[in-house]
């Protein structure tokens, strides 16, 4: 038997309505009373097996082209895509993988946290309590009364990265994160890296070194002048804002040229308050943390003006930039 098409047609023959065997059946009303009950007994159970290996023989031809089917319907994802529906990495996604492919350079591992975070990791652990102005500033999603909510920073990253892994700590935690605000400049879903050094002997040196070879490597300018800017977050003690130079003359913003500043990421050391809530020794170790957004980055390096492109799903758009949709960026290519 080949097809179900042909085993339908033999069941038919046999067993349908008006089968050769179903008249046999029939054939029964003509027999003695008491041949008529054991032939009827011996018929329905033959017709029970007759249906049975029917059913086991339907099965095996409708596995087999089943398996036809999908071998028929499957896709090469390795073949190159067609000129015609030329897709692209999206901006955030390059920009994401750039500074994965910068920091990894430098030793940092990529570390990732629930959405879905509580307010322990993304306010408490952090010494922003409960009163903390802080909290009211970060426009929160919360989801539930038994206090869940989506994360408005990639911060408690830090926070579970420390709870259970012993210093040295050298990460990134690159991901999306929510707040409850929506315009020109700002989008409900964002994305953003955290950065977070744990170690004997951690200063701001190293901060600011590993910030420069970021910016400078990103921006693929070696000179990029930059400041740190004296600043304020629960987390850090001392913070700072990172300014890089800019110019912004004519509507025209150039970076790494003119008199205008730009601040582009938050940074400091981490604050022993943190370093207790995570149950690191503050006597022994010390850190240093930093965050940046990631649609400013690329906003910057990539001229683009308007924050609700990223999120419009232009093809065109994508097709401008281009970015090849196969393989990682390197630094020895360039990124
Ligand atoms: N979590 C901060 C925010 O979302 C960004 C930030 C600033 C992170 C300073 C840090 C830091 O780790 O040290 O605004």
Not at 166 to 185: E, F, L, Q, V
Not at 227 to 248: H, Q
Not at 260 to 271: A, I, K, P, S, T
Not at 300 to 317: A, H, Q, T
Request: charged residues 30%; contains cysteine; aromatic residues 10%.
């Amino acid at each position: 038997m080949k097809d179900i098409e042909s085993l339908e047609q033999l069941k038919v023959k046999y067993i349908g309505k008006k089968g050769l065997f179903t008249n046999l059946l029939k054939s029964l009303s003509n027999l003695d009373q008491k041949d008529k009950a054991s032939a009827g007994k011996t018929l329905n159970i033959l017709k029970k097996e007759i249906d049975e290996c029917f059913n086991e023989k339907k099965k095996f031809l409708s596995d087999i082209e089943l398996n036809k089917k999908l071998e028929h319907e499957k896709i090469d994802i390795s073949l190159p895509t067609r000129p015609e529906k030329k897709g692209g990495i999206h901006p955030i996604s390059k920009t994401m993988d750039d500074i994965i492919c910068i920091m990894g350079s430098h030793g940092f591992k990529v570390e990732e946290g629930p959405h879905i975070e509580n307010e322990f990791y993304n306010f408490t652990a952090l010494n922003i309590p409960e009163e903390h102005p802080a909290r009211q500033e970060h426009d929160t999603f919360y989801i539930n009364k038994y206090k869940n909510l989506l994360r408005t920073h990639t911060s408690p990253v830090q926070i579970r990265v420390m709870k259970n892994i012993k210093p040295p700590i050298k990460i990134i935690a690159p991901g999306s994160t929510y707040r409850c605000d929506d315009d020109a400049t700002h989008s409900p879903m964002f994305h953003q890296v955290e950065g977070l050094v744990v170690d004997k002997n951690i200063t701001m040196a190293n901060l600011k070194w590993i910030i420069k070879e970021l910016l400078t490597t990103f921006f693929n300018i070696e000179d990029l002048p930059m400041r740190f800017r004296p600043s304020y977050f629960p987390f850090t003690e001392p913070s700072a804002e990172v300014d890089i130079r800019c110019s912004m003359e004519n509507g025209k913003l150039e970076i790494g040229k003119g008199k205008d500043w730009l601040e582009v990421m938050g940074c400091g050391m981490v604050n022993p308050k943190v370093f207790k809530n995570c149950g690191v020794n503050e006597e022994v170790y010390s850190g240093f943390a930093f965050g940046l957004g990631v649609e400013r980055f690329a906003m910057l390096k990539y001229g683009i003006s308007d924050l609700r492109m990223f999120y419009e799903n232009d093809i065109r758009w994508l097709q401008h930039y281009n970015f090849i949709p196969n393989g990682f960026p390197s630094l020895l290519r360039g990124l």
